[in-house]
């Protein structure tokens, strides 16, 4: 399978704890991005990376959210101290670096904060 | 505010007739639209995109119209079929980041 991977495909956690998703991007591609999706909702850009470098973050980051792409291949996303508001669908797409290319989804990690 | 919307949150068809869900924006910086569809459980799926450059872009069964001076845009699906069915979203980007600005969706079910 050489699409968007995500892991893990679902995650619950309690209010308070800290968890860690993580995306595999198309391995050509340099973007890699990041988006919520809340029910009812398109998807909301949370963040966005051209190879390593974390370029744009939106203000819904908040500072309890932080992402990571070590040597501009996978990316983690990491939420602490969780809320309630924090459950959502957290979607991952990349890209090529060209402009007017779509970006490819992932199937996304589901979080519930209970 | 809604940068896109998508005004209809559900659309039925019948199968084999046309399928025509519609997206407005405001921003008029967006210069390169997409539209996705998205079953339960996955991520959206790209269908078709346009430039703001041309105003119609054709693939298959579904064809896209950009009307740049009312800010609008469409999707037509024909004919529909019954694994159509599906959430579709118009999304819009601007810029070389091509982050997408994404409406919030039409239900679409297609009858058979």
């Known amino acids: 399978d050489t699409g968007v991977s995500q892991d893990p495909r679902h995650k619950i956690t309690k209010r308070g704890q800290n968890v860690t998703f993580r995306c595999d991007p198309i391995?050509?591609?340099?973007?890699l991005y990041w988006y919520r999706q809340t029910l009812g909702q398109g998807p909301e850009f949370l963040t966005y990376?051209?190879?390593?470098?974390?370029?744009?973050k939106s203000r819904l980051l908040s500072d309890r959210f932080s992402a990571e792409r070590p040597k501009g291949s996978f990316s983690t996303l990491e939420i602490q101290r969780t809320e309630q508001g924090d459950s959502a669908m957290y979607l991952c797409?990349?890209?090529?670096?060209?402009?007017?290319?779509?970006?490819?989804f992932g199937q996304g990690t589901r979080l519930t904060v209970v | 505010d809604q940068q896109v919307k998508q005004n209809s949150p559900s659309l039925s068809v019948q199968e084999g007739r046309i399928s025509i869900l519609n997206c407005d924006y405001t921003n008029s910086m967006f210069d390169y639209f997409l539209w996705y569809k998205k079953y339960p459980a996955e991520g959206p799926t790209f269908l078709i995109s346009i430039s703001s450059i041309k105003d119609k872009n054709e693939d298959g069964r579904f064809t896209v119209f950009l009307n740049k001076s009312a800010k609008h845009l469409s999707l037509h699906i024909v004919p529909s079929q019954p694994g159509d069915s599906a959430v579709y979203f118009c999304?819009?980007?601007?810029?070389?980041?091509?982050?997408?600005?994404f409406g919030s969706g039409t239900q679409l079910t297609v009858l058979p």
């Open positions: 999304a819009a980007s601007v810029g070389s980041a091509r982050q997408l600005t």
């Open positions: 797409a990349s890209s090529f670096i060209q402009s007017n290319t779509e970006a490819f």
């Open positions: 391995s050509e591609h340099n973007r």
């Open positions: 990376f051209q190879n390593e470098a974390q370029l744009e």
